[in-house]
């Protein structure tokens, strides 16, 4: 559907006790998301995309941030240890929005 995004950001851990640990998205690459893929349909704004973070490379979804005015991608558990990464690492990404577009 789209082109491949390449950015770099920094991981962090969200406060709690669910441990959730997201990337933030830069806004230039939201800008390029939204334009990729328009608003439609349910889904509270999420984008299905295909993501490869080091030797990692999944299927999730990108949630919108207010706060930012961009996206955040949650970076699970399993892709952490198998980059070594921890919050405050400079993460490497590359994001492709796949076919379906927003998540249902």
Same mark, same amino acid.
């Given at each position: 559907m789209g082109t491949e995004l390449r950015f770099t950001a920094p991981l962090w851990a969200h406060p709690g006790h669910a !441990? @959730?640990?997201f990337v933030t998205l830069p806004t230039d690459v939201a800008e390029v998301l939204r334009d990729q893929v328009p608003p439609r349909g349910p889904g509270f704004g999420s984008v299905r995309v295909a993501v490869t973070i080091?030797?990692?490379? @999944?299927?999730?979804? &990108? *949630?919108?941030?207010? !706060?930012?005015?961009? *996206? &955040?991608?949650? &970076?699970?558990?399993?892709v952490r240890r198998a980059n070594d990464l921890i919050p405050g690492d400079a993460v490497e990404a590359q994001l492709r929005p796949l076919q379906s577009g927003l998540a249902r």
């Open positions: !441990a @959730w640990h080091g030797t990692s490379t @999944w299927d999730t979804s &990108v *949630f919108p941030d207010r !706060a930012t005015g961009s *996206f &955040v991608l949650p &970076v699970k558990k399993d």
